[in-house]
Nanobody
Framework: QVQLVESGGGSVQPGGSLRLSCAASGSIFSHYTMGWYRQAPGKQRELVARMRSVVTNYADSVKGRFTISRDNAKNMVYLQMNSLKPEDTAVYYC????????WGQGTQVTVSS
């Protein structure tokens, strides 16, 4: 069982950057592949990035713009988001991959002119 707290969201203009953070607790963090998910209004939640050890995978829509990283000593996962686009607007969540049933509150990312 993992408890998750996301932070770092905000409002930016297209082309801007944000760095999201996820604090995980309640289990042994290093045992899990971690992912970042997002859900836009009226749309299904989607996986945008995941990381197991040093191996990463990204959705096609964010490749080259987003970077997932982790610090196992601190039980933290990060998502560096650059060159943000309006279509990146969503609530962003972290979770294991595959996702467990326990979700945090998420953090809102809004990209608009």
């Amino acid at each position: 069982q993992v408890q998750l707290v996301e932070s770092g969201g905000g409002s930016v203009q297209p082309g801007g950057s944000l760095r999201l953070s996820c604090a995980a607790s309640g289990s042994i963090f290093s045992h899990y592949t971690m992912g970042w998910y997002r859900q836009a209004p009226g749309k299904q939640r989607e996986l945008v990035a995941r990381m197991r050890s040093v191996v990463t995978n990204y959705a096609d829509s964010v490749k080259g713009r987003f970077t997932i990283s982790r610090d196992n000593a601190k039980n933290m996962v990060y998502l560096q988001m650059n060159s943000l686009k309006p279509e990146d607007t969503a609530v962003y969540y972290c979770n294991t991959y595959p996702a467990g049933v326990y979700w945090g509150q998420g953090t809102q990312v809004t990209v608009s002119s």
